[in-house]
């Protein structure tokens, strides 16, 4: 190609370098598996620690969301998964009869109930044996006594006096004076318990129109040995353990609650042409009482409680020394006597026991001692008795001093 200017000379040729880059851009690297001889990766990313007021305060109302939806869903699926005290109050209503079936459910149900057993009884004898519990209070045991006061009550002359509390009743056993109280006060509330519980044995007879067995002078059968000592060993029982105690009050309770709402069978009768009657085969029920004593009414029956007591009715002077005395038994509740001028029952105090004790340790103490000692003893004892949860015999309130 000729020049403008009309040389000839040759132009210069443009040039270029090609490399090789081994493929398209878009191609991915496959590494190779020398790459893998260094061991796996290690993310050793983390995240941001966030530190300010605003976000504590976001965590505690989740945490405190999360722990109350939780606490929503949990039931009680156990008896001892309630607290204490809705555990007490619910057991305070109980029979303690119930109590008694409860016990043997599991071993922590059981070891609940002993752990709390004396404010149980406490609340069930508030609500259902308020005049029971004043009118039949336990004996003292014998060591809740001081050593010198017990010396003293087993002594062979004062124990010769008692002949005539110790009469040997066929219904009940006398106690035993190394373990029980000897004084007069503990002898009568003894003879009392075991009574209680002798009456309430016979109950099936007495609703059944039956004869109770009747037992000759000078016999001891097997059957009355064995019953006897079944109610003095209860009674023993019941003097350490309060549960026991309730127990029998509330069979007593059972047993004026039958009496005083018994109905009798009775066989109709009509006039034959020749002007005679005949008793036929067809029975009716009626009621022993047309107005039944304390005005006991059926929902206060159904109800439980011993508070119709507190009502006028026919005071219980004399002690049922004998079976016989059954039939004529209304509501068997001594201890007490009614007030006209106050129109209200009054009740012995609870210092009877320390007087019976202080009159012993007077008449048969050691002359050269001081007899107040013994007293003191006395006192102790009661108050011991009040802190172990038995059932005091005072009371505060219709107290006759």
Request: proline share 5%.
């Given at each position: 190609?000729?020049?403008?200017?009309?040389?000839?000379?040759?132009?210069?040729?443009?040039?270029?370098?090609?490399?090789?880059?081994?493929?398209q851009r878009n191609k991915k690297h496959i590494p190779t598996s020398a790459a893998f001889d260094?061991?796996?990766?290690?993310?050793?990313?983390?995240?941001?620690?966030?530190?300010?007021?605003?976000?504590?305060?976001?965590?505690?109302?989740?945490?405190?969301?999360?722990?109350?939806?939780?606490?929503?869903?949990?039931?009680?699926?156990?008896?001892?998964?309630?607290?204490?005290?809705?555990?007490?109050?619910?057991?305070?209503?109980?029979?303690?009869?119930?109590?008694?079936?409860?016990?043997?459910?599991?071993?922590?149900?059981?070891?609940?109930?002993?752990?709390?057993?004396?404010?149980?009884?406490?609340?069930?004898?508030?609500?259902?044996?308020?005049?029971?519990?004043?009118?039949?209070?336990?004996?003292?045991?014998?060591?809740?006594?001081?050593?010198d006061v017990q010396s003293i009550l087993l002594n062979k002359k004062r124990q010769d006096a008692?002949?005539?509390?110790?009469?040997?009743?066929?219904?009940?056993?006398?106690?035993?004076?190394?373990?029980?109280?000897?004084?007069?006060?503990?002898?009568?509330?003894?003879?009392?318990?075991?009574?209680?519980?002798?009456?309430?044995?016979?109950?099936?007879?007495?609703?059944?129109?039956?004869?109770?067995?009747?037992?000759?002078?000078?016999?001891?059968?097997?059957?009355?040995?064995?019953?006897?000592?079944?109610?003095?060993?209860?009674?023993?029982?019941?003097?350490?353990?309060?549960?026991?105690?309730?127990?029998?009050?509330?069979?007593?309770?059972?047993?004026?609650?039958?009496?005083?709402?018994?109905?009798?069978?009775?066989?109709?009768?009509?006039?034959?042409?020749?002007?005679?009657?005949?008793?036929?085969?067809?029975?009716?029920?009626?009621?022993?009482?047309?107005?039944?004593?304390?005005?006991?009414?059926?929902?206060?029956?159904?109800?439980?409680?011993?508070?119709?007591?507190?009502?006028?009715?026919?005071?219980?002077?004399?002690?049922?020394?004998?079976?016989?005395?059954?039939?004529?038994?209304?509501?068997?509740?001594?201890?007490?006597?009614?007030?006209?001028?106050?129109?209200?029952?009054?009740?012995?105090?609870?210092?009877?026991?320390?007087?019976?004790?202080?009159?012993?340790?007077?008449?048969?103490?050691?002359?050269?001692?001081?007899?107040?000692?013994?007293?003191?003893?006395?006192?102790?004892?009661?108050?011991?008795?009040?802190?172990?949860?038995?059932?005091?015999?005072?009371?505060?309130?219709?107290?006759?001093?």
């Amino acid at each position: 190609m000729a020049s403008p200017t009309g040389s000839s000379q040759p132009s210069t040729a443009e040039q270029y370098t090609i490399v090789d880059i081994g493929g398209q851009r878009n191609k991915k690297h496959i590494p190779t598996s020398a790459a893998f001889d260094k061991g796996p990766l290690i993310d050793t990313t983390a995240s941001l620690v966030l530190n300010s007021k605003k976000t504590k305060r976001l965590e505690k109302q989740q945490l405190r969301k999360k722990q109350h939806r939780q606490g929503s869903k949990q039931t009680a699926t156990n008896l001892l998964d309630l607290p204490a005290e809705l555990l007490y109050e619910i057991l305070v209503w109980f029979r303690p009869s119930d109590v008694l079936v409860l016990l043997r459910t599991s071993r922590s149900v059981r070891g609940f109930i002993r752990q709390y057993e004396d404010s149980i009884v406490r609340g069930i004898i508030r609500r259902r044996y308020q005049v029971l519990s004043r009118c039949f209070p336990l004996p003292v045991s014998v060591s809740r006594l001081g050593d010198d006061v017990q010396s003293i009550l087993l002594n062979k002359k004062r124990q010769d006096a008692l002949h005539f509390h110790k009469v040997p009743y066929q219904h009940i056993r006398p106690q035993d004076v190394l373990k029980v109280c000897s004084c007069t006060w503990c002898i009568v509330c003894w003879n009392n318990l075991c009574m209680v519980l002798d009456f309430s044995h016979f109950q099936k007879y007495l609703s059944k129109q039956q004869p109770i067995p009747m037992i000759p002078r000078g016999e001891f059968p097997l059957w009355n040995i064995r019953l006897t000592e079944h109610n003095a060993s209860i009674v023993g029982k019941a003097i350490h353990r309060p549960m026991l105690y309730a127990a029998i009050l509330q069979k007593h309770l059972q047993s004026i609650v039958d009496t005083l709402t018994r109905k009798h069978v009775i066989r109709r009768e009509i006039k034959s042409a020749s002007g005679k009657w005949i008793t036929t085969k067809d029975t009716f029920l009626r009621p022993v009482y047309k107005t039944r004593p304390y005005q006991v009414t059926d929902a206060e029956v159904e109800l439980g409680s011993d508070f119709f007591l507190e009502r006028a009715g026919k005071p219980s002077y004399e002690f049922p020394f004998h079976r016989d005395n059954y039939y004529n038994i209304e509501a068997y509740v001594p201890n007490r006597k009614w007030s006209k001028e106050e129109e209200r029952w009054l009740y012995y105090d609870g210092t009877q026991h320390e007087r019976d004790v202080a009159l012993a340790v007077k008449m048969f103490g050691d002359r050269s001692a001081n007899n107040e000692s013994g007293v003191r003893m006395a006192k102790a004892a009661v108050i011991a008795r009040e802190e172990n949860g038995l059932p005091s015999n005072s009371n505060t309130n219709n107290v006759e001093k």
